[in-house]
Antibody, heavy 123, light 107 residues
Framework: EVQLVESGGGLVQPGRSLRLSCAAS????????MHWVRQAPGKGLEWVSG????????PYADSVTGRFTISRDNAKNSLYLEMNSLRAEDTALYYC????????????????WGQGTMVTVSS | EVVMTQSPAALSVSPGERATLSCRAS??????LAWYQQKPGQAPRLLIY???TRATGIPARFSGSGSGTEFTLTISSLQSEDFAVYYC?????????FGQGTKVEIK
């Protein structure tokens, strides 16, 4: 079964750091780009960052550029999000997501999602 | 960034009726448009990509159309399990952007 399991969320004070992890199973992890998408309580979806299969490309949303760093360890089938200088507006459920691959290649859409890990930034 | 605008914000539909959801992009995204369904307490589920291609396992009552800046998701005959929030997402440009969602409610 294809599965993504996020961890590492919690309550953190503004200005502090947190590292999220996403454990992948059931597919060949290093064949796929991976992404983080977040959802503030009661709000819509916001794409945060993505990483290519070989870590050669790591785009970010403007709202997190310079504060968040995405990375992956293909040997451990794991995706990470290092979050620094956290702000109240970073409070959200953070999902990791796998991109779809069809016969014509990888697409920038997300066909498998984890259940998310909640990050709350508050003093 | 490409701004995605969905309408309406909420839609009340009776079971068995047709629902039509719209998504507009602030600039052309070609056919690089996806639709997701999200139910309370669940992760989003991919329904449609490439504007009109159903993802694996998605029932035929879901269909997508459009290209450029105007897109539509149609649910031909709403079932009880279809009441949810629907999001569009463009993947033609960075950053990837989502619409604000359309909530489909039971009438």
């Amino acid at each position: 079964e294809v599965q993504l399991v996020e961890s590492g969320g919690g309550l953190v004070q503004p200005g502090r750091s947190l590292r999220l992890s996403c454990a992948a199973s059931g597919f060949t992890f290093d064949d796929y780009a991976m992404h983080w998408v977040r959802q503030a309580p009661g709000k819509g979806l916001e794409w945060v960052s993505g990483i290519s299969w070989n870590s050669g490309s790591t785009p970010y949303a403007d709202s997190v550029t310079g504060r968040f760093t995405i990375s992956r360890d293909n040997a451990k089938n794991s995706l990470y999000l290092e979050m620094n200088s956290l702000r109240a507006e970073d409070t959200a459920l953070y999902y990791c997501a796998k991109v779809l691959k069809d016969r014509s290649g990888q697409k920038g859409v997300f066909d498998i999602w984890g259940q998310g890990t909640m990050v709350t930034v508050s003093s | 960034e490409v701004v995605m605008t969905q309408s309406p914000a909420a839609l009340s539909v009776s079971p068995g009726e047709r629902a039509t959801l719209s998504c507009r992009a602030s600039q052309s995204v070609s056919s690089n448009l996806a639709w997701y369904q999200q139910k309370p307490g669940q992760a989003p589920r991919l329904l449609i990509y490439g504007a009109s291609t159903r993802a694996t396992g998605i029932p035929a009552r879901f269909s997508g159309s459009g290209s450029g800046t105007e897109f539509t998701l149609t649910i031909s005959s709403l079932q009880s399990e279809d009441f949810a929030v629907y999001y569009c997402q463009q993947y033609n440009n960075w950053p990837r952007t989502f619409g604000q969602g359309t909530k489909v409610e039971i009438k």
